[in-house]
T-cell receptor, first 110, second 114 residues
Framework: DAKTTQPPSMDCAEGRAANLPCNHS???????VYWYRQIHSQGPQYIIH???NNETNEMASLIITEDRKSSTLILPHATLRDTAVYYC???????????FGTGTSLTVIP | SAVISQKPSRDICQRGTSLTIQCQVD?????MFWYRQQPGQSLTLIAT?????????ESGFVIDKFPISRPNLTFSTLTVSNMSPEDSSIYLC???????????FGEGSRLTVL
């Protein structure tokens, strides 16, 4: 599976949009981009995933560049409860392992 | 979505002993994964456990140290053998939803080795 690169940490003001970037320049055509987050001492939680089209759900939006070499997770109105480590993962849709990178530690500031 | 229960949620163990962690899922799943998360670190995949076959271990992890059982489609165990303080970690069980590709996690088992 392709490797991902994320900034180690970011801050965001409460109520503002949090934009978390991920680089996956070696992604293959059949690999999806998944985002998970881990709030302290809990198991990771699924956020969203996509192949090449932008995706939106009740938690977030995922913007994938046209060349698919990078993506951005957008939390539209960050709250203090969004403070967590966010992981970007690329993998073939099903039947393969998930390998976690180092992630981005997002701190939402009051 | 799958609901995953892990036991124990936490334990304190003595060096040289072994501990078995149980993972129970509320639905039948093909692929189960075991991860380790050392303090302040990301998740590291230990092995993939499919029912009816031997577990597949990632580089750096061996069966003698981390034996895994997968007796049916809803249950798995991971044993941490001959423990040392370096094995102090959170151990997480996860399963894949074959329809969505989503990975679900248990709350983890926090192991402290003295």
């Amino acid at each position: 599976d392709a490797k991902t690169t994320q900034p180690p940490s970011m801050d965001c003001a409460e109520g503002r949009a949090a934009n978390l970037p991920c680089n996956h320049s070696t992604i293959s055509g059949n690999e999806y981009v998944y985002w998970y987050r881990q709030i302290h001492s809990q198991g990771p939680q699924y956020i969203i995933h996509g192949l090449k089209n932008n995706e939106t759900n009740e938690m977030a939006s995922l913007i994938i560049t046209e060349d698919r070499k990078s993506s951005t997770l957008i939390l539209p109105h960050a709250t203090l409860r969004d403070t967590a480590v966010y992981y970007c993962i690329v993998r073939v849709y099903t039947g393969n392992q998930f390998y976690f990178g180092t992630g981005t530690s997002l701190t939402v500031i009051p | 979505s799958a609901v995953i229960s892990q036991k124990p949620s936490r334990d304190i163990c003595q060096r040289g002993t072994s501990l078995t962690i149980q993972c129970q899922v509320d639905s039948q799943v093909t692929m189960m994964f075991w991860y380790r998360q050392q303090p302040g670190q990301s998740l590291t995949l230990i092995a993939t456990a499919n029912q009816g076959s031997e577990a597949t271990y990632e580089s750096g992890f061996v069966i003698d140290k981390f034996p895994i059982s997968r007796p049916n489609l809803t249950f798995s165990t991971l044993t941490v053998s001959n423990m040392s303080p370096e094995d102090s970690s959170i151990y997480l069980c996860s399963v894949e939803d074959p329809w969505s590709g989503e990975l679900f996690f248990g709350e983890g088992s926090r192991l402290t080795v003295l």
